[in-house]
């Protein structure tokens, strides 16, 4: 599996790099964390105490940025069709799409934290939890960004109909991400690992059915 899979991996991260997908999220991170003081005003018990949950929203909107780039451009070209022929599962296809979309936007985000949480007055303590909370719901966001998009392949105004699925499936998500901000917060953290996994693990299956009932 590693001859196609790892190489399929690369491809899509250097599609990503060359439509400005790698970048993107940071640009988006570190524009919110600059302007939210101006919202919220230059208090530093205020903004430390708010900042967590804003970034946390701005990592959800980060990972919907690339959406409709991750089906869509090679579903029209027929790559997927391609791969078909060379016995590559739809739901091998999606789990590359999965890592791939992860790769490309989490490990960035997260480095893109540090500078944003530093505008927003964080703590050390708080700058770890965040960390650790978007080290374990960034694999989710991915899924869901990933599941979304191969529902609305091949529709009309897909982006804007990509967020309106995608706002309400991360609820759980932001909620549990933001519980994670507060000390001794454990209990939001396995919620928030268990809800990962499940999204991670139900991806593939499902996105490699929306794919096969898109080509009928």
């Known amino acids: ?16 790099w060359q439509g400005g997908g790698l ?10 964390a600059s302007l939210y ?17 804003m970034l946390w929203i701005a990592a959800l909107l980060a ?22 022929m060379r ?6 296809i999606a789990l590359v799409k999965l890592i791939a979309h992860w790769l490309g936007f989490g490990p960035p985000l997260m480095l893109a934290l540090l500078p944003a949480a530093a505008l927003l007055k964080l703590d050390g303590a708080a700058i770890m939890r965040l960390e650790l909370g978007l080290l374990i719901g960034t694999p989710a966001l991915a899924a869901l960004g ?31 991400g933001a519980g994670s ?5 454990g209990a939001a953290l396995k919620f928030l690992s268990a809800i990962s996994l499940l999204l991670v693990a139900i991806t593939p299956i ?3 059915a929306a794919l096969r009932a898109g080509r009928e």
Do not use: K, N, Y
């Open 181 to 185: 901000l507060h000390p001794g917060s």
């Open 37 to 53: 003081p101006f919202a919220v005003g230059p208090d530093a018990r205020l903004l430390a105490a708010t900042g967590g949950g």
């Open 146 to 176: 990933v599941l979304t998009a191969s529902l609305v392949a091949g529709l009309r105004g897909a982006g804007a109909l990509a967020g309106l699925l995608i706002l309400p499936l991360a609820v759980p998500i932001l909620i549990f």
């Open 1 to 16: 599996m590693t001859r196609w899979f790892l190489p399929l991996v690369r491809r899509d991260l250097r599609l990503a």
């Open 87 to 92: 016995g590559i599962s739809d739901e091998m």
């Open 23 to 32: 970048w993107m999220p940071v640009v988006f991170l570190l524009l919110v």
């Open 63 to 84: 990972a919907l940025l690339p959406v409709e780039r991750l089906i869509a451009p090679d579903r029209d070209s027929g790559i997927f069709d391609q791969l078909l």
């Open 206 to 208: 499902a996105a490699g």
